[in-house]
């Protein structure tokens, strides 16, 4: 089975850093693909960064680009999320997941991790 296991959310004050983990286990062939998303309350769930596991090649939402970066251990089937420079806005529930392909569609992942949260304050 399919599991991914977050790590890392928390309250952080605006300007400060945060580095969220998903471990991965269970992939099969058909996870090509990490992605994160978020979604605040009453909120949609949106694209946050994509990362595939072969090449590494990745892509960002405009609203984060500069100031996050996702990686991936291909060995340790980990993928971060490096948030630095945050803003209040950057408040929601932080998810990852995988596909087979990386894209920005929520509805095109297969496989999604419990959650966590990122609080910032002002």
């Known amino acids: 089975q399919v599991q991914l296991v977050e790590s890392g959310g928390g309250l952080v004050q605006a300007g400060g850093s945060l580095r969220l983990s998903c471990a991965a286990s269970g992939l099969t062939l058909s996870s090509f693909a990490m992605g994160w998303f978020r979604q605040a309350p009453g909120k949609e769930r949106e694209f946050v960064a994509t990362?595939?596991?072969?090449?590494?090649?990745?892509n960002y939402a405009d609203t984060v680009k500069g100031r996050f970066t996702i990686s991936r251990d291909n060995a340790k089937k980990t993928v971060y999320l490096q948030m630095n420079s945050l803003k209040p806005e950057d408040t929601a529930t932080y998810y990852c997941?995988?596909?087979?392909?990386?894209?920005?569609?929520?509805?095109?992942?297969?496989?999604w991790g419990q959650g966590t949260q990122v609080t910032v304050s002002s």
């Open positions: 990362i595939s596991w072969r090449g590494g090649i990745t």
């Open positions: 997941a995988t596909g087979r392909v990386p894209t920005t569609a929520p509805d095109l992942y297969d496989y």
